[in-house]
């Protein structure tokens, strides 16, 4: 089960000195976090990351896309997961994400139920390295 994963993830990770980053529900959401007002968004919509079943969510997209991903494609002209990230759409407001990362659970531990990412933990500890 995926909770036993998780824990033999974590524990590797801890006595190998590995730092998990990790997105709950995926990483779609950091993408979405590069763009104004992530508040805007129900928290339990995005936790939950549903299928556009019936284009019950969204009547202009796809029925097998989930509700981050049609998220991210809107504000990123066209986003497909799978598919070739294109960085430069992202680059500029990576601070922007960082702030915004902080708004949600930022420990790897507790992102087992709830919603957020690490990552912008990480990349503000990559700058305080280079810099």
Known sequence: ???TCLDEIFSLCEKHGIRAVISNPNFELW???????????DKQMLLENRK???HQLFLD???KKK???ILVSKHSEGYS?????KFERFQSK????VEQASLFSEEAEELRTELGTTVG????TMRSKIY
Do not use: C, T
Request: without cysteine; aromatic residues 8%.
């Open 61 to 63: 997209a796809s029925a």
């Open 94 to 97: 990576v601070d922007l994400a």
């Open 121 to 124: 933990k990480l990349i503000q």
């Open 31 to 41: 993408l979405l976090m590069h763009f104004p007002d992530i508040g805007q968004y």
């Open 81 to 85: 997961k799978g598919s070739k990230l």
């Open 67 to 69: 509700y981050l991903e």
């Open 1 to 3: 089960n995926l909770e």
């Open 52 to 54: 556009n079943l019936r």
